[in-house]
């Protein structure tokens, strides 16, 4: 592997934040947005811009609301919130579930600051019928992950900005993940177990828009797609629960789902190794890859054609990534405990990446 050190030079960034802590990172070029992952922050949404600096709090839900799955493009940033009964604690994070009543899915645009409900429901058994689980949003789609009744879920695809439904796909198992891709919907799903987060027996469909859903691999759980690049995380071991299968791996291949090549570094059947937050975009997949035994997390890359990805030198631990716009941006964790401040880094994609 090549390291390439992310240097002043090139790298532009904002922080160190010594509070709060953030999570959520979602990027438009060098322009981020974010959320807070701790409970006092929960409802707190920031813009920056990395060419300057530059970061302020535009968003702040009411009490007791939690921020998700906030999504930024083409000038606009999406999130869910969700409202939770009394008496049940805040997720920390952004994991939904157990005891939200009512959700919201709001639109900002980042030039006016003007927002918009684009959506709104009460959750099943509080007089809704939906829940709003995750969304996708690339500029000219918005994907909405819900839960219905009966323990299904659905994925519904809107044309942006006119709303217009384009695709809807009902499944029966639960949904660990989904991307869009130019002819439709990716996602992972399997049996549920050990409640309501953990699923096993995993597996990946391919649903276009005309047509029917086709298996594309097993025991797959995160899904990442853009333009003409789609990766996935399989973990045997995870998804069939059992020691003696192989380990994590991240698979990449074209949007027409042709041979999938495995791209991460890490050895399968080693337990100290691992694979968080992936994304793809610009023409590109970014993942981090874990090893206890060696230390930190590497910030990972991979281009079509590549013959091995790449690492980059950052200065801290992190499992946010995200690529837009032409940029790769990223949390840098520094520290532990009491002293722990994070930095948002980003880089432009033609800074890394050799013509």
């Given at each position: ?11 532009a960034?904002i ?26 922050h ?18 702040q ?20 919130e ?22 919201w ?56 900005p ?30 549920d ?17 005309e047509?029917?859903c ?20 399989a ?36 337990r100290?190794?691992?694979?968080r ?35 980059l ?43």
């Amino acid at each position: 592997m090549e390291s390439i050190p992310a240097g002043a030079d090139r790298c532009a960034g904002i922080g160190p934040l010594a509070d709060p802590e953030v999570t959520g990172l979602t990027n438009d070029g060098p322009i981020v947005a974010f959320a807070g992952f701790d409970a006092a922050h929960a409802g707190d949404l920031w813009l920056g811009d990395l060419r300057s600096g530059a970061v302020e709090m535009v968003y702040q839900a009411a009490t007791g609301i939690e921020i998700a799955s906030p999504q930024l493009a083409s000038g606009h940033l999406l999130w869910i919130e969700w409202a939770r009964e009394a008496g049940v604690d805040y997720s920390v994070g952004g994991a939904g579930g157990p005891g939200v009543t009512e959700w919201w899915l709001n639109d900002m645009d980042t030039q006016s600051r003007r927002i918009a409900t684009l959506a709104h429901d009460h959750t099943t058994g509080f007089g809704g019928a939906t829940f709003a689980d995750k969304i996708v949003f690339d500029g000219s789609r918005l994907g909405i992950e819900e839960q219905i009744q009966d323990a299904a879920t659905r994925i519904v695809v809107q044309d942006w900005p006119s709303g217009k439904s384009v695709q809807s796909v009902t499944v029966a198992d639960r949904v660990y993940d989904f991307a869009l891709t130019g002819d439709g919907v990716l996602y992972s799903a399997g049996a549920d177990r050990y409640g309501p987060y953990g699923t096993d027996h995993m597996h990946l469909m391919d649903c276009p828009r005309e047509g029917s859903c086709q298996t594309v691999a097993p025991d797959v759980y995160d899904v990442a797609a853009s333009g003409d690049v789609v990766a996935w995380l399989a973990d045997p071991s995870s998804s069939q629960d059992s020691d003696s299968l192989p380990g994590a791996r991240l698979y990449t291949t074209n949007a027409k789902l042709g041979p999938a090549q495995a791209v991460s570094s890490t050895e399968a059947s080693r337990r100290s190794q691992g694979i968080r937050g992936i994304a793809s975009g610009s023409g590109m997949v970014a993942w981090w890859e874990q090893d206890a035994d060696v230390g930190p997390n590497t910030l990972t890359v991979w281009t079509p054609g590549s013959v091995a990805p790449f690492h980059l030198a950052t200065s801290g631990d992190s499992v946010d990534v995200s690529l837009g716009g032409g940029w790769l941006a990223w949390f840098e964790d520094v520290g532990s405990g009491d002293s722990s401040t994070t930095r948002v880094r980003a880089v432009p994609i033609t800074a890394i990446v050799k013509p």
